[in-house]
């Protein structure tokens, strides 16, 4: 059970296409304090035929928006992926390694701390989301091909997501990058991603996996903890990351 159940149901029982609940109206309906881990069990929400449109700190408003009835079955069936293969991308399929990179959301930060030799972290949201996109990188196979393996995410024969795991002279492998299409976030595609780039580095004898993130980006840091990464200081305590393998 879900700490967010009563609101979940609360959602579903309006049948408004779309509305708008305070935090302290959200509050009073689940029981519960919102924090960030709401961030994490709004996709619970899916399941009841609505999706989190947007939230402000700013006016401390949530808007959920109710699914259309003709993609409700896509998002339901295997958290909207119908058949999702995650394998090496090959010469054959190059041109995979390019998919375009699309918008995110920036709603936090994430704040490390180092006391007493241990690593921890707080967060904070920010009054208002905004959005940010990358530019295309244009990846080239036939020149990264030596020091890097490229493993997609398919649904179908489409490349939903892509990472990038590049060799290192130490003992661990460097996630260069990580990213799902827009329409498959939220659905286990990333993760997924990173349980065959576990397998990979401990194939090639790594002992895990680290990465890079920025702070500013808390939805993607939260992810990575989530995702047994380590946050962690080279110059304090090495490169460390996700345990290849788990």
Known sequence: MS???????????????????????????????????????????????????????????VIFRKI?????????????????????????HSTDINIKNEPFTLFGRMIPSY?????????????????MCFPDENYDYDAMKANSTFIGAYDGEKCIGLAIMQEQFFKYMYLYDLKVNRDYREKGVASALLKKAGEIAAEKHYHGIFTQGQDNNLGACLFYVKNNFVIGGAEYKGISGHTAGR
């Open 115 to 131: 006391t007493n030799e241990i690593w921890d972290y707080t967060t904070e949201l920010f009054e208002e989301s905004t959005e």
């Open 3 to 61: 700490k967010y159940d009563l609101l979940w149901e609360y959602v579903q029982k309006s049948g408004a296409p779309s509305f708008t609940l305070t935090f302290e109206e959200i509050e009073k309906i689940a029981g519960v304090p919102i924090d960030h881990s709401f961030l994490t069990y709004k996709k619970e929400l899916l399941t009841y035929g609505y999706q989190v449109e947007k939230i402000s700190m700013k006016k401390q408003t």
């Open 68 to 92: 259309e009835d003709s993609n409700l079955e896509k998002e339901r069936k295997n958290g909207g992926v119908n058949q999702m293969e995650v394998r090496i991308i090959d010469s054959k």
